[in-house]
């Protein structure tokens, strides 16, 4: 089993702050996730990454940025933080050839600005 | 529109009883299928997922049923136990169209309530 990490837990900023949240596994795994998650609603891939300096962008658009410089790390970056963007946002690898894709997911972070 | 549906946005059911959650799916490419089970606050966990190629998975208290013809699958809780109130995530995924890469397409859940 996978074991993720993100931080912080939850966060509470205000307006046009820059914010980084930090994801980090430490099982391997070659792919990593980000997604977006509001109540009620499903889960939307808002960025992904196959390997080490490999970022793609998901099917949700987003303003958030991120990079892979280290496999084990995958910080997602917003340079200027909007009340558009609170949300729940998980973080998630995969084992490498896995069929299916199945993801582990790291606790995710509560994002709220004011 | 949404690929994955489940259409039922809450259950609840008594202790001891089945539990079924339902998923139905529009993409004829889907050939794997994932169950996630989510408690508030906390990320999803992968609980049972079932290859194409089968009608019927089974992990304990948890089996997973699909029909291809129906493009439909179904999970089965027996017996229901109050830990096993949380959100229910049915998940798809096939071959993206160039590499050998994968990306899951979620519902939006179910939230399961299982009563004392």
């Known amino acids: 089993e996978a074991d993720i990490y993100q931080t912080p837990r939850y966060l509470v900023i205000g307006t046009g702050k820059k914010i980084t949240l930090e994801c980090s596994q430490t099982?391997?795994?070659?792919?990593m996730y980000w997604y977006q998650q509001d109540p009620g609603m499903e889960l939307h891939l808002i960025h992904y990454s196959y390997g080490v300096n490999s970022t793609e962008k998901g099917d949700l658009s987003s303003e958030s940025t991120v990079s892979r410089i280290r496999t084990e790390h995958f910080p997602l970056t917003l340079e200027s933080a909007r009340p558009s963007h609170t949300s729940q946002y998980l973080c998630?690898?995969?084992?490498?050839?896995?069929?299916?894709?199945?993801?582990?997911f790291g606790p995710g972070t509560r994002l709220t600005v004011l | 529109d949404q690929q994955v549906k489940q259409n039922s946005p809450s259950l609840s059911v008594q202790e001891g009883r089945i539990s079924i959650l339902n998923c139905d799916y529009t993409?004829?490419?889907?050939?794997?299928f994932l169950w996630y089970k989510k408690y508030p606050a906390e990320g999803p966990t992968f609980l049972i997922s079932?290859?194409?190629i089968k009608d019927k998975n089974e992990d304990g208290r948890f089996t997973v049923f699909l029909n291809k013809s129906a493009k439909h699958l179904s999970l089965h809780i027996v017996p229901s136990q109050p830990g096993d109130s949380a959100v229910y995530f049915c998940a798809a995924s096939a071959l993206q169209k160039m590499g050998n890469n994968r990306k899951l397409i979620w519902g939006l859940g179910t939230s399961l309530a299982v009563n004392p």
């Open positions: 099982m391997g795994h070659d792919k």
């Open positions: 079932i290859s194409s």
């Open positions: 993409n004829s490419m889907f050939d794997y």
């Open positions: 998630a690898s995969s084992i490498p050839g896995t069929s299916g894709n199945e993801q582990f």
